[in-house]
């Protein structure tokens, strides 16, 4: 038997990274995660980017896929420092006229503030808050036979359609604004296949756990998730960017928390060549720019939703967020991009000096922009909180090009390790047997660049070790 340093090492400590390198350490094996900033976390960082004593969200922000994760739930993060805020309105979504629609965590509550709507509401999301759990973690996995095909096929037969052909289901603008700013999340046009399948899991994760705010910052997730996997024996080396295998130590495993791209850039030698092909033919999508502000004061919304709102989508009616999506996909820098806005200081004290507050802000760009929104942005939200501007202390702006720097698995501002559209939800990054495995023996993707894609869940870490578990370690 050769004799390795361990038998797991992970590069990269994003949550799906941490996810992993969790896994195998739980099965008692021997795990290093080498991580190549100076901070562990990737999408889970917070830091001070406009002013002292302001502590913004550097990417992710609001957590209803990590409160809901099928792995993340069975560990005991509570205990190593992670508390949830959970505000009693999930979203809300402003309209030019001075309505808005709201998003409560109670179903029939929000099903009842659409009015008209009310039964169409309960129609759509009712069986899928009911069937999430029987069929969570596999949506949320590799595309295998479901443990209830029924529900699965419900849940299929909506979420496979595109977002506009959806949203005829509602009558009346709220309902469908509203329903346009939950399947925006997707990142493409909403006339796309598949668009509301994160609408759908979005408004259902509402409903059934909320969207949390982690106390202190999205940082504290990554800093919980690595304090466990320390307390089961695991390692953490940090400020190790890796650009070659002759760097890493010697393991039975490897596990890349990046994207195809870089990974080929890593490994490609080692891989068949039709493995490579596909790795170059996979697809990334819309970018992302991003702004943090330091407010002397809450915003003040028009409406009284988006004022106790933790998150509100700010893009007016469906018509203008298909468009918007629509330009920003076909590289034309939308003049009324939908955005979405999270208000975390609002709930967190932590976040801001007494009486000040943070406002975190993203909206989509087409892949690559250096575009600076900063001012069509703050325009669109003077939209509906006019005089957001007097209110700025100060604010914090990356684009694309930064965003990749800062992050090299955000290429060209691609937030979710690539597009999810019909053509990429099952097979990223390849159509293979196992989307983990690569072609090389003991080498797997672990990133958000696999099932069931982006957002701070870790199941894609998680279902990457349970493959390296049968395949290298012959554990189950
Ligand atoms: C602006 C923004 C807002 C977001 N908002 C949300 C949100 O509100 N809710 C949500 O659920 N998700 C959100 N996301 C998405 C979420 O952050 C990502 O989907 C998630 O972090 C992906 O996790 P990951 O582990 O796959 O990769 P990452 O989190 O990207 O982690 C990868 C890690 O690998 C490291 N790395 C990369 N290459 C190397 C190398 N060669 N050597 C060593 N280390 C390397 C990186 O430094 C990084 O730490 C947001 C993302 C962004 C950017």
């Given at each position: ?20 390198a969790i896994t ?397 559209d019909i053509g ?47 395949d290298v370690f012959?554990?189950?």
């Open positions: 038997m050769i004799h390795t340093e361990y038998d797991a090492v992970v590069i990269g400590s994003g949550p799906n990274g941490l996810a992993a195998l350490q739980q099965k008692g094996l021997s795990v290093l995660i080498i991580e190549g900033k100076d901070e562990i976390g990737g999408g889970l960082r917070s830091a001070e980017l406009t002013l002292p004593g302001f502590v913004h969200d550097i990417c992710s922000a609001i957590h209803p896929l990590a409160i809901g994760s099928p792995f993340f739930e069975t560990l005991p993060l509570n205990q190593h420092g992670l508390e949830y805020i959970i505000p009693e309105i999930a979203a809300a979504h402003p309209f030019d006229d001075g309505r808005e629609a709201v998003v409560y965590n109670s179903l029939h509550k929000t099903a009842k503030s659409l009015g008209i709507d009310e039964k169409a509401y309960l129609n759509l999301m009712e069986p899928v808050v009911n069937d999430w759990p029987g069929i969570a973690s596999d949506v949320l996995g590799p595309l295998t036979f479901p443990k209830k095909p029924l529900d699965m096929a419900a849940f299929g037969l909506k979420a496979l359609t595109s977002a506009t052909f959806l949203s005829k289901r509602f009558k009346k603008k709220e309902a469908k604004g509203l329903w346009a700013g939950m399947a925006a999340h997707s990142i493409q046009p909403l006339t796309n296949l598949s668009t509301s399948a994160i609408g759908l899991v979005l408004l259902l994760s509402a409903h059934r756990k909320g969207w949390p705010i982690p106390k202190g910052g999205s940082a504290q997730i990554a800093k919980a998730l690595a304090s466990y996997f320390l307390s089961l024996g695991g390692k953490i080396e940090t400020g190790r960017f890796v650009t070659s295998l002759d760097q890493l130590p010697s393991s039975k495993a490897v596990f890349f928390d990046v994207t195809p791209r870089q990974l080929l850039k890593i490994a490609g030698h080692k891989f068949s060549s039709i493995y490579k092909w596909q790795l170059e033919r996979y697809r990334y999508g819309m970018g992302v720019f991003k702004m943090d502000w330091a407010l002397d004061g809450p915003v003040n919304f028009k409406t009284e939703g988006a004022s106790r709102a933790g998150t509100v989508h700010i893009g007016n009616t469906l018509e203008e967020i298909v468009l918007s999506e629509k330009e920003m996909a076909s590289g034309i820098h939308s003049e009324k991009p939908y955005m979405l806005l999270a208000q975390q200081s609002l709930f967190d004290p932590t976040r801001a000096p007494e009486g000040k507050h943070t406002v975190w802000a993203y909206c989509h760009v087409p892949n690559g922009s250096t575009k600076d929104m900063s001012g069509i942005m703050e325009k669109q939200i003077e939209r509906f909180a006019p005089g957001f501007r007097d209110q700025i202390l100060g604010r914090h702006t990356m684009n694309t090009a930064e965003m990749e720097t800062y992050n090299p698995n955000y290429i060209g501002g691609d937030i979710n390790g690539g597009i999810i990429q939800i099952f097979t990223r990054p390849a159509l293979r047997s196992s989307p983990y495995r690569t072609s090389a023996k003991g080498l797997y993707l672990c990133s958000s660049s696999t099932p069931p894609g982006g957002g701070v869940h870790g199941m894609c870490g998680y279902h990457a070790a349970k493959r390296a578990l049968k012959k554990i189950r």
